[in-house]
Nanobody
């Protein structure tokens, strides 16, 4: 059994910052790619940022230069530092991880989501 738990969402004014965290726990052998997705009302879920185990990152163009994804492999945790937030960043943010379990099978796991609301 593996769980992803996000934290750090909330309400912030435009131009402000938030830091999201995603903690993976359970029967984990190793964690491969970790990612943050978001879904706004009426929109499809989109990939915001990804990070490989060795730290290679990728971002959707709308957040480049404002968001930074990082991870601490020793803590099984990923982070998303969000600066210069805009009202259009308002969404539920989900953590995703590709995890090799102790059964030596790789599964795709999702967190429950954390709400980020940016007021204008």
């Amino acid at each position: 059994q593996v769980q992803l738990v996000e934290s750090g969402g909330g309400l912030v004014q435009a131009g402000g910052s938030l830091r999201l965290s995603c903690l993976a726990s359970g029967s984990i052998f190793s964690i491969n790619t970790m990612a943050w997705y978001r879904q706004a009302p009426g929109n499809q879920r989109e990939s915001v940022a990804t990070i490989t185990r060795v730290g290679n990152t990728n971002y959707v163009s709308s957040v480049k230069g404002r968001f930074t994804i990082s991870r601490d492999n020793a803590k099984n945790t990923a982070y998303l530092q969000m600066n210069s937030l805009k009202p259009e960043d308002t969404a539920v943010y989900y953590c995703n991880a590709k995890i090799l379990t102790t059964s030596l099978v790789t599964y795709d796991y999702w967190g429950q989501g954390t709400q980020v609301t940016v007021s204008s």
